[in-house]
């Protein structure tokens, strides 16, 4: 059973006794419950995870890691405290605004982004957790399964799709990297700093684990809905070139990453208590890969990107 936030609030040594704690509730969580702590002129953030998160594929030991990790590279909030077994999370609370989807998508914040991924997934140890894009489909569909959730008539034909970019993929397989895993608009703030100048922290690393790099670039492009012009600066940014079979990698791993978005709308329509419409979730993610399969660049991408 979670911890109310009284109840979290006193397994945190330096907070436990504090006189003069205020606390305001965040909003914008869905799984979770955010809460603003302020304390002795300091201000953080305490997340008491939901329930039944464990079946979304979520470990909170390695999110803890991995929090742990990009906030000492500046990647995110700095992590303060971790409470155990129920795995809550304290961080440093931020002062910045969201970057609304559409701004995102301009030259300098999809640089600013792959600046920030990039050093994430070259400098964050590795991860105490697998993840594997197509396993992850596969599991989430299973959970759906036996949560007698909403399938669409063509969900065997949108699975075969996932199994014919995996057999290419496997061609030229990928290493096993640090990954977010997890990049929607609402993940990204942009702190302000002293000076002026903005920094970009990633926040959220509830699904990180070892991925493909591709992975996070795809699903924050189709987040985003980024142009295949916007695609190339990402790539450029990240590489320093932009090469045909890297374009291709992310344009297939596109997909596959909505259909987890899908997959993780079916899945909560049969653990989740909250009022949220997740069919109608699932249902818009399970269209735009509909929309994405069908590119006629599609059989070109599936041999660029077995190109070494």
């Known amino acids: 059973m979670a911890l109310t936030l009284?109840?979290?609030?006193?397994?945190?040594?330096?907070?436990?006794?504090?006189?003069?704690?205020?606390?305001?509730?965040?909003?914008?969580g869905i799984t979770n419950r955010n809460y603003k702590i302020e304390s002795g002129g300091k201000a953080y953030v305490l997340r008491i995870t939901?329930?039944?998160?464990?079946?979304?594929?979520?470990?909170?030991?390695?999110?803890?890691?991995?929090?742990?990790?990009?906030?000492?590279?500046g990647v995110a909030p700095e992590v303060y405290y971790f409470i155990e077994p129920e795995g809550y999370l304290l961080t440093r609370f931020i002062t910045g605004k969201h970057i609304s989807p559409e701004e995102m998508g301009r030259p300098e914040h999809v640089r600013?982004?792959?600046?920030?991924?990039?050093?994430?997934?070259?400098?964050?140890?590795?991860?105490?957790?697998?993840?594997n894009a197509f396993r992850v489909v596969e599991s989430l569909a299973k959970v759906s399964r036996a949560h007698q959730a909403k399938f669409p008539a063509d969900f065997g034909d949108?699975?075969?799709?996932?199994?014919?970019?995996?057999?290419?993929?496997?061609?030229?397989?990928?290493?096993p990297?640090?990954?977010?895993?997890?990049?929607?608009?609402?993940?990204?703030?942009?702190?302000?700093?002293?000076?002026?100048?903005?920094?970009?922290?990633?926040?959220?690393?509830?699904?990180?684990?070892m991925g493909d790099i591709f992975f996070d670039l795809a699903n924050f492009s189709h987040h985003h809905r980024l142009s295949d012009e916007m695609v190339n600066v990402l790539l450029h940014?990240?590489?320093?070139?932009?090469?045909?079979?890297?374009?291709?990698?992310?344009?297939?791993?596109?997909?596959?990453?909505e259909l987890r978005e899908a997959l993780w709308g079916t899945t909560q329509t049969g653990i989740s208590k909250l009022d949220e419409d997740f069919q109608g979730y699932a249902d818009q993610w399970f269209a735009r890969v509909r929309e994405d399969i069908s590119d006629p660049r599609w059989p070109e991408w599936l041999k660029d990107v077995t190109r070494t």
Request: proline share 4%.
């Open 112 to 131: 600013r982004v792959a600046d920030k991924l990039r050093l994430f997934h070259t400098r964050a140890p590795a991860l105490q957790s697998e993840f």
């Open 177 to 209: 990297t640090p990954c977010h895993c997890d990049l929607l608009n609402l993940n990204f703030m942009d702190e302000e700093m002293p000076g002026g100048k903005n920094e970009l922290r990633i926040l959220d690393w509830e699904y990180a684990g």
């Open 237 to 257: 940014q990240y590489f320093g070139e932009v090469r045909r079979r890297d374009f291709a990698r992310l344009k297939l791993m596109w997909p596959v990453s």
């Open 158 to 175: 949108l699975m075969g799709r996932m199994e014919e970019i995996e057999a290419a993929f496997l061609k030229n397989p990928y290493t």
């Open 50 to 73: 939901g329930e039944g998160t464990d079946l979304l594929g979520i470990r909170r030991d390695v999110e803890y890691a991995a929090s742990k990790a990009a906030g000492e590279l």
């Open 6 to 28: 009284e109840q979290a609030i006193s397994r945190i040594p330096f907070l436990k006794d504090a006189r003069d704690l205020r606390t305001t509730e965040l909003k914008g």
